[in-house]
Antibody
Framework: QVQLVESGGGVVQPGRSLRLSCAASGFTFSSYGMHWVRQAPGKGLEWVAVISKDGINKYYADSVKGRFTISKDNSKNTLYLQLNSLRAEDTAVYYC??????????WGQGTLVTVSS | DIVMTQSPDSLAVSLGERATINCKSSQSILYSSDNKNYLAWYQQKSGQPPKLLIYWASTRESGVPDRFSGSGSGTDFTLTISSLQAEDVAVYYCQQYYSTPYTFGQGTKLEMK
């Protein structure tokens, strides 16, 4: 069965950086694109980024473009999200999700990022 | 960017009654080359990650009860729960994956009356 486990969240000061990881198992990781989606406390879902199965094509939400970088290591079955120049409004639970035909077919439990001084 | 607007924001339905949630996109998300609507529906219960219910606007994900159905085309879509069960209390989101950025609706909170 598909399993996605996020890690790397925590409390970080504004302007600092953080790297999130998502360990995947139960499917052929190299055959699927992957998404990051976030949810601020008490708010709705916000799509953040998607990466193609081979890691070449990457797309971002305008709110994170130029600050966040999505990547995947198919040899380690792991998805990453590098978060730079963090702002208070980046505080959220970050979910990784396996891509279906563009939709999010399976979701992890999420990791909480809190940006605060 | 494509804006997704759900209605209503919240909904209270009695056990066994029908629940209907609407989702409207700011432009058509029907791709002419494959005649598919690039729309998904998700369910999020309190304290849990979202769960995929419906994709391609009307295809039910494996394991999803058949009381859940999706319909619509172009810019107007509907998620229907034919007979509400207690376990269906949740927030429901639509999402377009026609073009990046892939955008979600604001969510509809479904409660039991």
């Amino acid at each position: 069965q598909v399993q996605l486990v996020e890690s790397g969240g925590g409390v970080v000061q504004p302007g600092r950086s953080l790297r999130l990881s998502c360990a995947a198992s139960g499917f052929t990781f190299s055959s699927y694109g992957m998404h990051w989606v976030r949810q601020a406390p008490g708010k709705g879902l916000e799509w953040v980024a998607v990466i193609s199965k081979d890691g070449i094509n990457k797309y971002y939400a305008d709110s994170v473009k130029g600050r966040f970088t999505i990547s995947k290591d198919n040899s380690k079955n792991t998805l990453y999200l590098q978060l730079n120049s963090l702002r208070a409004e980046d505080t959220a639970v970050y979910y990784c999700a396996k891509a279906g035909g563009g939709y999010c077919s399976n979701w992890g439990q999420g990791t909480l990022v809190t940006v605060s001084s | 960017d494509i804006v997704m607007t759900q209605s209503p924001d919240s909904l209270a339905v009695s056990l066994g009654e029908r629940a209907t949630i609407n989702c409207k996109s700011s432009q058509s998300i029907l791709y002419s080359s494959d005649n598919k609507n690039y729309l998904a529906w998700y369910q999020q219960k309190s304290g849990q990650p979202p769960k995929l219910l419906i994709y391609w606007a009307s295809t039910r994900e494996s394991g999803v009860p058949d009381r859940f159905s999706g319909s619509g085309s172009g810019t107007d879509f509907t998620l229907t729960i034919s007979s509400l069960q207690a376990e269906d209390v949740a927030v429901y989101y639509c999402q377009q994956y026609y073009s990046t950025p892939y955008t979600f609706g604001q969510g509809t909170k479904l409660e039991m009356k």
